[in-house]
């Protein structure tokens, strides 16, 4: 190698290869420039790409869920027991009869069933007439035939001439129920006393999935 040669040579700053190469972006006359290394700028352009694909992604999915109607979107209650089985085993009839259906059956056990308040409840005139909003009362009437439906089954030893609602405890109302609510009640079997007749029960009333009532409650067989 020549003496020029070498001395140009020398003349070069050293670098590593293993230092990574920097990288100065200026964006406009007015910002700021930043000086990154070519790795760094990988990484960045490496996860702008899979947060445009995440991003994207849930465009998609959106737009997906906004082409399907309203009214297809959301699934109708199941239906275990209609209100025709309802009112075989019941003996509660019009206006007293406060279950529509039962979505989550267990004889002896526990049941789930809905009761759908609408305007023309022939309690809504006159609570109130301005504010439409269930009594209370019959929260807890509607809960009580739900229990009823637990236990007035033969295999259960209960008959629909000789279950009655006998008491509650604990009730709390946690907020109002008004007409357009679809009131979903489940009531659970806590203790059963066979030998007199004395069924204690839990029961928690819903709307949209918020806790609207609770109490316990207790049923007791006999003759009138």
């Known amino acids: 190698m020549s003496a020029t040669s070498s001395s140009l040579m020398s003349l070069a700053p050293a670098q590593s290869l293993s230092q990574p190469r920097r990288v100065k972006l200026v964006q406009s006359?007015?910002?700021?420039?930043?000086?990154?290394?070519?790795?760094?700028?990988?990484?960045?352009?490496?996860?702008?790409?899979?947060?445009?694909?995440?991003?994207?992604s849930l465009n998609v999915q959106d737009s997906?869920?906004?082409?399907?109607?309203?009214?297809?979107?959301?699934?109708?209650?199941?239906?275990?027991?209609?209100?025709?089985?309802?009112?075989?085993?019941?003996?509660?009839?019009?206006?007293?009869?406060?279950?529509?259906?039962?979505?989550?059956?267990?004889?002896?056990?526990?049941?789930?069933?809905?009761?759908?308040?609408?305007?023309?409840d022939n309690f809504f005139p006159g609570h109130f007439p301005e504010r439409p909003i269930m009594p209370g009362v019959l929260m807890i009437e509607a809960m009580a035939q739900v229990g009823g439906l637990v236990m007035l089954q033969p295999e259960v030893g209960g008959s629909r001439d000789s279950f009655f609602f006998a008491g509650i405890d604990k009730v709390r109302f946690r907020k109002p129920v008004i007409a357009g609510d679809t009131l979903v009640m489940r009531m659970t079997l806590i203790k059963f006393q066979k030998r007199f007749g004395i069924a204690k029960m839990e029961g928690k009333a819903y709307v949209g999935g918020d806790l609207v009532c609770e109490g316990e409650f207790l049923m007791a067989s006999g003759s009138v």
């Not at 000086?35 to 991003?55: D, G, T, V, Y």
């Not at 209100?83 to 004889?107: A, M």
């Open 64 to 120: 997906a869920g906004q082409d399907t109607p309203i009214e297809k979107r959301y699934p109708a209650f199941p239906t275990v027991m209609d209100i025709n089985q309802i009112r075989e085993i019941l003996p509660h009839r019009f206006p007293f009869l406060l279950v529509d259906r039962v979505i989550e059956y267990n004889p002896g056990v526990s049941a789930v069933a809905i009761k759908n308040v609408t305007i023309n």
């Open 29 to 56: 006359p007015t910002s700021l420039s930043v000086s990154l290394p070519i790795s760094r700028m990988l990484c960045l352009k490496s996860n702008h790409q899979r947060n445009l694909f995440a991003c994207c």
